[in-house]
């Protein structure tokens, strides 16, 4: 009798995979399933805010969280606050730099970027909570039920869908590298490319809405896009091709990478050959200047941020030449926190975390093209590119270097606030040849 | 994270946090908060160089100063109840307890205990007076290399002897809390 029951249930799992998402997926077809889900979800968060709310009114010791950073911060500038030129000194001057100073200690604007935003609400996932599971016991019963869903159910199919996802890509991106270079390929390349892309969206419950797709990127360009987690790409390439930019690796990765090269160009490179800017550089404008081929995809930050602010782009993608076409990406953080928090957690962690998350809802603009103006340096380009990032994804912009998340800052920003203050105190004029340069910023 | 955070810091250290510095409960937790993940080591202490990754820190000109203040005499480890202690001179004064006239001791941020901290980032040898050196060194850090030795030595001569009423060519913390306030000094 068991094995009865276990085939039937096995039966109706693989009716399940294959015809309700499989078969959609490799057509584009959506079968309305993810949004009917993503609408029920709402309602029960809905729900579980306003529980949480009159808990929070009824036990106060249950902290609210602010989303603008823990303290008030008055005052403005060094300028506004020592005062435009003075040219002396007082000894409350140091009290600007202490005040700054404490206010950075208790919040600052770099180093939450390196972690998970904190939210206004639940959302029912005990990894952003802070025990509100008891403050009711309808709460904790939704809590319990969401774990049991979570796990038992939706991660199951997850997993079952990448693997099925990843192979197809495997293997037909290899059979599909043994035919000639001719048109035929190219457009197997891309069903074969967009339908394991699909399939893997699917595999996270990934509900994607793409907005102004007139602008999309057309080949020989570059794709710039705000980074936030390694299923950017995934989200991307749900609605176009792309030639992947990045760092050939070993073991399951690594294989993924070279069979994907067989059926079109990606741009892999060795390890030692990343250190060498200009060979990295020259191979990419080589693959721009052949027009014909799939638009590169680049994350100009570097390294993943939490999707609350965009920080430095670098400027070696946008010294390469040709089109740039940015592309902001925002995720929905009430289903699912997308970021990967890669000191915290490896590769494989990450994505059980994903797998078990309620859904990924994002939001993915197509921005207008944009190139290199005349007098234009690369810096103040990326720069360009980056607000206009920013601002079409309600996310802050930030000067602040991603890869502070590991390394120290430079000194020569502490440089530049002493000239800064010096030349506050003494005036343009009286700066000595102490310093090497005679312009004051 | 806020769960970690809550189930580390025990009810009776938040009373007791909460009598010594008078931040509220919330507060506490929040700081807390803070405190762990400032405190890459998770050892429940912090040390100098998990105050330097904070970037907006480091590049502040008086930033070694600023972390040293948390650090008592001697030792490179300061844990939450040291934190809060520090931080607790700014908290803001709330309202109800401005009109509080008669308490056993001075809260650690009143204006004078504000103004007391402010000295003692200048008086590092803690003689309680600012010497030429001192305050020497406090500028040279603020300017960096564009000001000259010798202009930076007139500079501080001006200051001292704008401020001493005793003539004994430094800054007591009485002639330091009397010095006029320049346009756009803070109330603190």
Redesign the interface.
């Known amino acids: 009798a068991e094995g009865a029951v276990a085939g039937a249930v096995f039966q109706v799992w693989v009716f399940v995979v294959l015809f309700l998402i499989m078969l959609p997926a490799m057509f584009g077809l959506s079968l309305g399933v993810t949004g009917v889900y993503i609408q029920v979800l709402v309602k029960i968060l809905e729900w579980a805010t306003v529980r949480i709310q009159r808990g929070r009114m009824e036990q106060p010791s249950v902290p609210v969280p602010l989303p603008n950073g823990i303290i008030e911060r008055a005052g403005g500038s060094m300028e506004e606050e020592i005062g435009e030129l003075r040219n002396s000194f007082a000894l409350s001057d140091a009290f600007y730099f202490y005040k700054k100073g404490l206010e950075s200690i208790v919040d600052d604007q770099v180093t939450q970027r390196f972690s998970s935003e904190e939210l206004a609400s639940w959302n029912l996932l005990t990894r952003t909570n802070q025990n509100f599971r008891y403050i009711s016991l309808r709460l904790t019963i939704i809590w319990v039920l969401g774990v049991f869903v979570r796990y038992c159910i939706l991660f199951p199919l997850r997993i079952t869908l990448a693997i099925i996802g990843l192979s197809w890509l495997v293997i037909g991106t290899t059979l599909v590298g043994f035919l000639p270079e001719n048109s035929v390929k190219t457009w197997l390349s891309e069903l074969v490319h967009l339908t394991c892309y699909r399939i893997c969206a699917r595999g996270l419950s990934a509900t994607i809405r793409y907005y102004n797709k007139e602008n999309k990127p057309q080949k020989g360009g570059i794709c710039v896009a705000n980074h936030t987690t390694p299923i950017d790409v995934v989200i991307l390439a749900n609605d176009g091709c792309y030639a992947m930019v990045g760092q050939i690796h070993g073991g399951l990765m690594g294989v993924i990478q070279r069979s994907m090269v067989r059926s079109c160009p990606h741009v892999w490179f060795e390890r030692s050959e990343m250190k060498d800017r200009h060979a990295v550089t020259s191979r990419l404008r080589a693959h721009v200047a052949a027009k014909t081929k799939l638009p590169i995809l680049i994350f100009p930050e570097g390294t993943c941020i939490n999707n609350t602010s965009v920080m430095m782009f670098k400027k070696g993608s946008f010294e390469i030449g040709g089109t740039i076409y940015p592309v902001a990406i925002k995720y929905d953080p009430r289903f699912g926190d997308a970021f990967w928090n890669s000191g915290k957690y490896n590769m494989v962690s990450y994505l059980l975390r994903m797998m078990t998350s309620w859904a990924i809802v994002v939001n993915v603009w197509y921005l207008p093209p944009m190139t290199l103006q005349d007098g234009e340096d690369a810096a103040h380009f990326a720069s360009r590119v980056k607000s206009a990032i920013a601002h079409q994804g309600g996310l802050l912009d930030l000067d602040w270097d991603g890869g502070l998340k590991r390394g120290k800052v430079k000194d020569s920003f502490k440089e530049e606030q002493q000239k800064m203050y010096s030349s506050i105190i003494v005036g343009q004029n009286g700066i000595s040849s102490c310093s090497q340069s005679t312009k004051v910023e | 994270?806020?769960?970690r955070a809550?189930t580390l810091l025990r009810e009776e250290e938040i009373e007791e946090i909460k009598k010594e510095t008078g931040f509220s409960?919330?507060q506490i937790?929040?700081?807390y908060s803070?405190f762990t993940?400032?405190d890459k080591g998770e050892n429940g202490t912090l040390s100098r160089e998990d105050?330097?990754?904070?970037?907006?820190?480091?590049?502040?000109?008086?930033?070694d100063r600023?972390i040293n203040a948390f650090f008592p005499e001697g030792e490179d480890q300061v844990n939450f109840r040291g934190f809060m202690r520090t931080?607790a001179h700014?908290r803001p004064i709330e309202d109800n307890e401005k009109n509080k006239n008669s308490s056993a001791s001075e809260p650690l941020n009143s204006r004078t205990n504000k103004l007391l901290f402010?000295f003692r980032?200048?008086d590092l040898d803690r003689d309680d007076k600012i010497s030429r050196d001192e305050l020497l060194q406090?500028?040279r850090m603020?300017?960096?290399?564009?000001?000259?030795d010798e202009?930076l030595g007139s500079?501080a001569d001006r200051?001292i002897q704008e401020?001493d009423t005793n003539g004994d060519n430094s800054?007591s913390f009485n002639e330091?809390i009397k010095?006029p306030?320049?346009?756009?000094?803070?109330d603190?």
């Open positions: 994270m806020g769960s809550s409960h919330s937790t929040r700081l803070r993940s400032l105050f330097q990754r904070i970037p907006e820190l480091a590049i502040n000109p008086l930033g600023i931080l700014f402010a980032l200048y406090v500028l603020m300017v960096g290399v564009n000001i000259s202009q500079i200051t401020a800054i330091f010095v306030p320049v346009d756009g000094e803070q603190y």
